[in-house]
C-alpha cells in the first residue's frame, strides 16, 4: 500500500509538473499526439478497407474457382506482361469442354466483361436520361446462383433468352436509381450502346470492395447479347488481344475445390496443347488466393506506417529527453532535499520515469481521440470503411507510455545519480 501511495503521490506531482509548465508540455509531446494520430487514424481506415474488401470476397463462395488468362495477382515488368499478354484467351468453347469434360463440378458458368480489360464500358440511355458510364457484363442465367447475386426485383434472364440472344438486361441499383427514381424499370426499354434492351430485373444491393468504387453501377445481359452487341476482343497490344472473358466452375458437395481445379487444369492444358515441361498458360483465382494477397498488400501497408509513425515517435521521445533533461537540472536542489531526507536512488529514478510516461501517456489520449476523430471524419465524408477497436486504442496508449519510459530513462538516471550535497549546493 506505501508503495502504491508513492506511485499515485509521483503521478500527481507529474500532473502538476505539466500544469505548472503548459506550453513546454503542450510542445514536448505534440510529436507523440501526431504518431499515436497517425498509427490510430491509420489503422481504423487500413483495418475497414481490409475488413471490407475480405466480406466482398467471401461473397465468392469458399469452393469457387474462377479461370482466368491472367490472375490481378501477377506482377511483373513490361517483358513479363508482353508473355501474359501472348497467353491464348480463355473462351466460351473452353467453358463448355470444361462442362462436358468434367464430373466434378455442378456449374460451369462464363461471364464477359464486367470490369476486365477490354470489357465494355457503357452509358444507359432512358428517355432524356442517362447514367455515367459504367461495366457491362454478359452472363448465363446460372451466374446469380455460382456468385450469390440476389435480384430484388423483376427477375434474372433464362436460358431461352441466353440461347436465342434476347436484348434484355438486368441493372444495378446505381443505374436504378439515376433513370427510375419514381417508375418501376421494369418492362422499360433503355439503350444501351448500339442497341435497345428490355429491362427484366433489378439486382439488390452489394457490398463495396474497401468502400472503392460502385459495385452497384453495372448492367448484365445475355452472353450471346454481349458478343452480338460488343466485340470481345476490344483490348490490344501490338498483335495480341485480350478477351475479357473468366469461367467460373462450382465443384459438386462431394468433390473439394482441389480435385475440381485439377480436372479443370487438364482439359485446358490439353486443349492448349501444352507438353509436361511447359508451365500453365491461365490462371486460376479462388477465395483462399485472392484473401493472400490482400493481406500481402496489408502487411506492406501496416509495415509502412509504423516507419512513417516511429519517425514522429522518434522525434517526441527525443523532445520528452530534452525537457526531462531541462527539469532535472531545474530541480537538482529538490533532488538533492529528497535524498538528504531518506529518498533512494530507485524512488527518484521513478519519479523521473513515471513523470516521463505521464506525459507521454496524456500525449497517447489526446493522439487516441485526433486518430478516431480522423477516422470517423474520412468516414462520413467519403463513406469509407473504417474499424476502431479496443486494440489499436491499447496499442496507441502503449506506444506513448513506453515512449515515455525509454526515452525519460537517461534523464532519470542522471537524477537518481546526483550526490545529496552536491545537489543541496547548486545554484
Not at 432524356?128 to 461495366?135: A, D, F, R
Not at 448465363?140 to 435480384?151: C, G, I, S, W
Not at 448500339?194 to 470492395?209: E, M, Q
Not at 474497401?210 to 476482343?233: E, I, Q, R
Request: proline content about 5%.
Amino acid at each position: 500500500m506505501l508503495r502504491l501511495a508513492l506511485y499515485v503521490d509521483t503521478v500527481g506531482m507529474a500532473f502538476g509538473t505539466i500544469r505548472a509548465n503548459k506550453m513546454r508540455s503542450a510542445l514536448t509531446v505534440l510529436g507523440i499526439v501526431i504518431g499515436i494520430t497517425s498509427i490510430v487514424g491509420m489503422t481504423s481506415l487500413i483495418r475497414g478497407f481490409d475488413e471490407s474488401i475480405k466480406d466482398t470476397i467471401r461473397q465468392m463462395g469458399p469452393k469457387t474457382v474462377y479461370l482466368v488468362k491472367a490472375s490481378p495477382m501477377l506482377g511483373g515488368n513490361r517483358q513479363q506482361f508482353l508473355e501474359i499478354m501472348k497467353r491464348p484467351n480463355i473462351t466460351d468453347a473452353d467453358a463448355k469442354a470444361i462442362k462436358e469434360g468434367t464430373e466434378s463440378l455442378q456449374y460451369v458458368d462464363i461471364a464477359f466483361g464486367g470490369g476486365q480489360p477490354g470489357g465494355a464500358n457503357e452509358r444507359i440511355f432512358y428517355k432524356s436520361l442517362k447514367t455515367k458510364t459504367m461495366p457491362i457484363l454478359g452472363t448465363t442465367a446460372r451466374y446469380p446462383e455460382v456468385n450469390a447475386l440476389v435480384v430484388a426485383a423483376g427477375r434474372y434472364f433464362s436460358e431461352v433468352e441466353v440461347e436465342h440472344r434476347r436484348n434484355v438486361v438486368v441493372l444495378g441499383d446505381t443505374p436504378v436509381q439515376a433513370l427510375f427514381p419514381a417508375v418501376n424499370p421494369i418492362g422499360k426499354m433503355v439503350r444501351i450502346g448500339p442497341a435497345r434492351f428490355t429491362v427484366v430485373g433489378v439486382l439488390g444491393k452489394r457490398l463495396s470492395p474497401g468502400g472503392l468504387g460502385d459495385p452497384d453501377n453495372l448492367a448484365v445481359m445475355p452472353t450471346s447479347t454481349y458478343a452480338k452487341t460488343f466485340s470481345l476482343s476490344r483490348f490490344r497490344w501490338g498483335k495480341n488481344t485480350w478477351a475479357p472473358v473468366m469461367i467460373a466452375c462450382v465443384p459438386r458437395d462431394e468433390y473439394t475445390r482441389d480435385q475440381a481445379e485439377h480436372e479443370v487444369e487438364e482439359i485446358m492444358r490439353a486443349r492448349h496443347a501444352l507438353k509436361v515441361d511447359q508451365p500453365n498458360d491461365f490462371d486460376f483465382m479462388t477465395q483462399d488466393s485472392i484473401m493472400s494477397m490482400v493481406n500481402q498488400i496489408t502487411q506492406y501497408i501496416y509495415l509502412g506506417l509504423v516507419v512513417l509513425s516511429s519517425i514522429a515517435l522518434m522525434v517526441g521521445g527525443i523532445g520528452v529527453m530534452s525537457i526531462m533533461m531541462i527539469s532535472v537540472t531545474e530541480r537538482t536542489r529538490e533532488i538533492g532535499l529528497r535524498k538528504a531526507l531518506g529518498a533512494r536512488r530507485r524512488e527518484i529514478l521513478w519519479q523521473f520515469l513515471l513523470e516521463a510516461g505521464t506525459l507521454t501517456s496524456v500525449g497517447g489520449v489526446l493522439g487516441i481521440g485526433l486518430g478516431s476523430a480522423v477516422g470517423l471524419l474520412v468516414h462520413y465524408l467519403a463513406h469509407f470503411p473504417i474499424s476502431l477497436p479496443l486494440s489499436s486504442f491499447a496499442i496507441g496508449f502503449g506506444f506513448s507510455a513506453a515512449i515515455g519510459m525509454f526515452f525519460g530513462m537517461y534523464p532519470a538516471y542522471k537524477a537518481s545519480r546526483l550526490d545529496p550535497i552536491e545537489a543541496l549546493r547548486y545554484e
